[in-house]
């Protein structure tokens, strides 16, 4: 009889309920599993926890959240695959302390039903001058501003991959036309268009609606800088769904109070929070939603395991893993 | 040679732009009109004009929006139908000055294509917690909250007209249960089921949502109580696309406050727009918007034009008016 292939979960006592991995997820994963997969014994162990480390040197494979690399970088020869159950894993760059042997997927995609309802609506409350109307309210005015049916309207959307293959779904079910945005330009299916990013910096005064969603890399750092904004048709909206470090904050911030981009809504910002006497709070015809866009909470943990477990059965086959982070270009 | 029909378009210097007829309009509309229809002649008269009783009294048909009764109250024998350029007629009631052989129809159904949109943005916005995020930013909060896929959610909807028809086509394509409610129930194509006023008192605790999309009668007046709100489910969302005499401001601004409605989205106030004073500015978790839901500046008037000649042609014809006001239920 073989030892059963151990499998880490890491857990932080810090984190929301809905980002927790339980043993009951694990079983119901297990139970909806059609793969052929070896007997796995799972250890749960907290992050900053006495056992971890030791428990990680026996580990196949480690499943877990934002955890600091520096916990993660005394791993054992065992350790194959580390699974992320987020779509982001800027906070583990560089990725100097991976070994080619070890493969890092995130749970891209696992985002993807959710986000498609979220990003019809912010595309509807752009549309509508919802942020318009919002701020006005907080002055106790009663300001009209139309609109007309929104198909036919244009997006440029940073990014294809899971998240901007679900806002363009979004898109496309409104009638908008959408022009993706990739390090390498290549057509992308649920893109009417996919261009490069200096292409982008020509066309992004045609866009009704610009739309970030893509990794937070030294490459895409403030990419959506006071030039990019003072290029985008006035009146326009704007809405990042991927990290607060893709904007110049203050440089958007001086976009909406000068009126030339019409309206913008952030589900991140940076740092998140905002401290309380961050200028974004008030900042006129801007709507910040508190980082939840993307987050389903009966759903993000039953996706996150059915990728790993598909993952886990694709590393014992020697197969290619899904979204295996590329060191070289960073997500 | 017969005298051509006399067409009075009663015009408002006030009135916004988007809802003036003006003579391309009435052109565009004669081209597209595939109607048998006698030679017409459109005089185009300020409401509050010295000409206006006058022309008023040569006319077979009149056009306007929001005109006060008292004006049109001297009509001349000629006149046979007033058609309203909007959906409310609440300013003409009570109709004891409306002769029996004039029709009085209005534009319902105009509205359709754009509410629609509206509608699924506002069923989205209340299900992600959206007035709670606009509300937490005011208060320089971060207050995370989550929401799953809206499908399967519960809408009652007041009203199964035009308005009412069209939010329970954004609800179904979002896979939002619909209940209508209606004087006397009856199925209505659209909605999963019709019931009546005294049952729907008795549901509304079962819903998600709560829309309002019935006309305002000395009925419907503050048909949303206290006793009403108290009977929604705690966290329920509400949206009122009506008129804003339908609800008891005071008791809506109450359950917000004590948190038992979760969020409130309205497109009408009581008056509008409410007195720069007026609680409803900042009561938590509620967004006004501002009377802007269901007008398109494309199309409103070509929509109302084509709804008054079909409206002529059935009127010459003896046959039934589209929208005609009953005066006994006074919509």
């Known amino acids: 009889m ?24 694990i079983d119901a994963a297990m139970a909806r599993c059609t793969l052929a997969l070896p007997a796995l014994a799972f250890d749960f162990c907290a992050i900053d926890g006495p056992d971890f480390i030791e428990t990680l040197g026996r580990a196949y494979a480690l499943l877990g959240f934002r955890f600091p690399a520096d916990r993660i970088r005394p791993h054992g020869q065992a350790l194959k695959l580390i699974q992320l159950s987020a779509a982001g894993m800027e906070h583990l760059l560089p990725l100097d302390w991976l070994p080619k042997q070890v493969a890092l997927a995130t ?61 363009a779904g979004a898109a496309h079910r409104l009638g908008i036309v959408t022009t993706g945005v990739r390090r390498t330009p290549a057509p992308v299916r649920g893109f009417d268009s996919v261009i490069g990013v200096d292409a982008a910096r020509d066309v992004i005064g045609e866009a009704d609606f610009v739309v970030l969603a893509t990794p937070l890399t030294p490459a895409t750092r403030h990419m959506m800088n006071a030039d990019m904004f003072a290029r985008m048709r006035k009146g326009a909206g704007f809405a990042n769904f991927g990290r607060g470090g893709l904007v110049d904050q203050d440089a958007m911030i001086a976009a909406l109070t000068a009126r030339h981009v019409g309206g913008a809504i952030i589900d991140v910002t940076d740092p998140e929070p905002p ?42 086959a020697g197969r290619t893993i899904r979204n295996r982070v590329v060191p070289s270009r960073a997500y």
Chains 1, 2 share one sequence.
């Open 2 to 25: 073989t030892a059963p292939l151990r499998i880490l979960v890491a857990t932080n006592p810090a984190q929301l309920a809905i980002f927790r991995i339980e043993q009951h997820h």
């Open 107 to 167: 749970a891209s995609g696992v985002h993807g039903p959710k986000l498609r309802e979220w990003a019809g609506m912010v595309f509807m409350m752009l549309h509508t001058h919802m942020p318009h109307f919002i701020t006005a309210q907080r002055a106790h005015e009663w300001s009209k501003a139309f609109s007309s049916p929104i198909a036919g309207r244009r997006a440029l959307i940073y990014g294809t991959g899971g998240l901007g293959t679900a806002i």
């Open 275 to 316: 401290p309380a006497e961050s200028p974004l709070w008030d900042t006129p015809n801007l709507v910040i939603t508190p980082h939840v866009s993307c987050d389903d909470p009966d759903a993000y943990i039953p996706r996150t395991l059915d990728i790993f477990l598909d993952n886990l059965a694709r590393s014992l």
